[in-house]
């Protein structure tokens, strides 16, 4: 068994990811909120190697490269961009430089405004004390009329409104008013 141990072809080589100084200035997180410019840069001190690098991982804010008092400097950097270059080498700057370059996602479909829909396009229901599907009168406060869809099992509520026909125009406009105006215009089988 030794002996075909060492008669095994080696593994193949893996897949080298870039070392930090190869990383292009494109390459690295800018954030706008960052007082540094870069997602997970901090500067905390203003000794020669200020700047540190912290990530999010399971919960907890991790600081890479910081370990004590004893070793002092290691995990600090001098500049943000060095630092910057290490956020970027780590699963999480990788993941966010995936994202950052991810073509957008497609357009959704763009459902009618309340303003734009006509009462005839707003859903009856002979079975709703206010006359029309997905819309309840649950008080007499100044916004009586509340909006109410099922969703993946789970009654939603969309909101309170003042009047029967705005809650009604609400309910319309919604992914679930579409189909059920879809399903009453169509055309008999």
Request: aromatic share 6%; charged share 20%; proline share 11%.
């Amino acid at each position: 068994a030794i002996a075909a141990a060492r008669d095994a072809p080696p593994p193949p080589p893996q897949p080298q990811l870039p070392s930090n100084s190869e990383l292009s200035s494109s390459e690295l997180i800018r954030s706008e909120r960052s007082s540094t410019g870069f997602k997970g840069v901090y500067k905390v001190s203003s000794a020669a190697t200020p700047y540190c690098v912290q990530v999010y991982r399971k919960g907890k804010t991790v600081t890479l490269g910081h370990y004590s008092t004893a070793e002092e400097g290691l995990g600090r950097y001098a500049t943000a961009e060095e630092a910057a270059r290490v956020y970027a080498a780590t699963p999480e700057g990788i993941a966010d430089l995936a994202a950052r370059d991810a073509p957008p996602p497609p357009p959704q479909p763009q459902l009618p405004s309340n303003s734009e829909l006509s009462s005839g396009e707003l859903i009856r229901s002979e079975r709703s004390r206010t006359g029309f599907k997905g819309v309840s009168k649950v008080s007499s406060s100044a916004t009586p009329y509340r909006v109410l869809v099922q969703r993946g099992g789970t009654t939603v509520t969309l909101g309170y409104y003042s009047t029967v026909e705005e809650a009604a125009r609400v309910y319309a406009a919604t992914p679930e008013g579409i189909a059920d105006l879809a399903a009453r215009d169509a055309p008999p089988p």
